[in-house]
């Protein structure tokens, strides 16, 4: 388990404790079992930037009709082409993508396709080369978002651009991101330069995920110029003490130990935002009384500005 995953799992827990389980959500909204409607700013990480169910996007619409179709094995499917189609002209400049069921998996990958093939490797059951290293060993992934201010080649080592793993070096020659479908199962993708290594393979998944995944992709592109200034800075007032806005992301202020009792204070005020310090999102479809609670109790502790 990374720590990522530990920090969600004690989120949870939190979040059960005070209101119940998560019984229906829609939009920026969860609505809880005690009758509690929290406002997401963590959105699943970015998978929920375009809202939940069919709120937002098309994608679960095209997830039912493919399910339908049961289209729900790990059988070759139809919509690979479409899929790197999607991705690489979301984020121009790469060669080629790949969707993994996990952090860890994207980072094997990762390590192995930048590697030299000196640090060996290893055939996982399905027949797939691994690297025999540590996902996190020696190596960072720059994590792409949608209306990020930075561009992907910046080695300024600027905060608002978040990075999985751990290690001193940045690869430029990966860039992850998170797919715009509310579905915890969509993973992760990452897009890669041509080198002189083969290209990874996609962790194995089925049809009807990867065709909803390439739908949501779509979605979003047709959704990024739709969203602007105006709407993400409605709230800088109430959360400028906390956070430092940059577009349509918030880089928190709070860090270290301060900063899993400041997401506990925001749960407090019926706000989630994520479990880890990593960028905020300001949501869409929200209003100034969803903040009312934060205002009217704010968190006090040292900010290092």
Not at 89 to 95: E, I
Request: hydrophobic residues 35%; aromatic residues 10%.
């Amino acid at each position: 388990m990374t720590e990522r995953e530990a920090a969600v799992r004690r989120c949870n827990d939190e979040l059960i404790k005070r209101y119940g389980a998560v019984v229906r959500a829609r939009g920026p909204y969860l609505y809880t079992q005690k009758g509690v409607r929290l406002t997401d700013l963590y959105l699943d990480a970015g998978r929920a930037v375009l809202g939940r169910g069919c709120s937002g996007s098309n994608a679960f619409r095209v997830l039912k009709n493919t399910l339908e179709r049961g289209e729900t094995g790990s059988f070759p499917s139809a919509y690979n082409t479409r899929f790197q189609n999607a991705v690489l002209s979301l984020v121009p400049g790469y060669d080629y993508a790949a969707r993994f069921s996990c952090e860890d998996s994207l980072l094997r990958a990762a390590a192995l396709y930048t590697s030299d093939r000196t640090t060996g490797t290893k055939q996982d059951s399905t027949g797939t080369q691994r690297a025999a290293v540590s996902p996190n060993a020696g190596l960072r992934v720059k994590l792409w978002r949608p209306w990020q201010t930075e561009t992907a080649d910046s080695n300024d080592g600027d905060s608002s651009y978040e990075t999985l793993g751990t290690g001193t070096p940045i690869t430029q020659d990966i860039l992850a991101l998170y797919p715009p479908l509310a579905l915890q199962e969509a993973g992760l993708i990452a897009v890669f330069k041509a080198g002189n290594n083969p290209f990874p393979l996609s962790d194995l998944c089925s049809g009807a995920l990867l065709n909803a995944i390439t739908r949501s992709i779509y979605d979003l592109q047709r959704e990024i110029p739709k969203r602007g200034e105006k709407e993400w800075s409605r709230f800088d007032a109430v959360l400028s003490p906390y956070f430092e806005r940059k577009g349509a992301y918030l880089i928190p202020k709070i860090e270290g130990a301060q900063y899993e009792d400041f997401a506990n204070h925001c749960l407090n005020c019926r706000l989630l935002i994520p479990p880890y310090p990593a960028p905020a999102s300001v949501p869409v479809g929200v209003n100034e009384g969803d903040f009312s609670f934060l205002k009217q109790t704010p968190f006090k502790c040292r900010i290092n500005l």
